[in-house]
């Protein structure tokens, strides 16, 4: 995208915020193979066992927030948020800088939105790792959930970094010369 920051001297911060972004993307796709294979292994072990594994239903929750929360970034980034479009489009070829200036309005509120997300993690993190929080059965397969809370608070973090610097983009083109 044309003003982004990929030239020039902030090229190399926009490539290295690029990778961090990827980076999450990708451990959240790792992390709906995992889910995927304890899934698959626990419809074995009920249909083989008649008995469900431990820890599946709570790995699987905190798995599906986790994978959620690390790939929201780069669907920001890449555009691929569900909203209304159809009203967008029709602003656009009107009236460009009132469409960029709805961009900028929804990209403050989707960052305010997660950052609250993102601070409010924050404190069951902390609740968590004080109180040595775990999941599953004592005694048969116990996970501490801190690992998964660190990931979900870092995930919506930079998934309200990218809103903000996707406010930025469009405000630039608010704030530009008309084409």
């Given at each position: ?13 926009a ?28 419809i ?33 980034r890449a ?16 009236a ?18 997660l ?50 610097r ?6 630039r ?7």
């Open positions: 995208m044309a003003g982004d920051g990929q030239g020039g001297p902030g090229g190399a911060v490539r290295l915020w690029g990778a961090v972004v990827d980076g999450f993307a990708a451990v959240g796709t790792l992390m709906i193979g995992v889910l995927m294979v304890i899934i698959c292994a626990d074995v072990a009920r249909n083989s066992l008649g008995a469900s594994l431990p820890l599946v239903s709570e790995l699987g929750a905190f798995l599906v927030v986790t994978l959620v929360a690390l790939q929201l970034a780069a669907t920001i555009g691929r948020l569900a909203r209304t479009e159809f009203l967008l489009d029709r602003v656009e070829r009107r460009p800088r009132v469409a960029a200036l709805m961009q900028v309005v929804f990209n403050l509120t989707g960052a305010a939105v950052g609250t997300i993102a601070w409010a993690t924050v404190r069951i993190f902390e609740k968590d790792w004080n109180a040595v929080e775990f999941i599953g059965v004592q005694g048969i397969a116990t996970l501490p959930t801190w690992p998964f809370r660190v990931l979900i608070l870092l995930g919506f973090a930079v998934a309200a970094i990218e809103f903000l996707a406010a930025l983009i469009a405000a083109r608010v704030l530009g010369p008309t084409t």
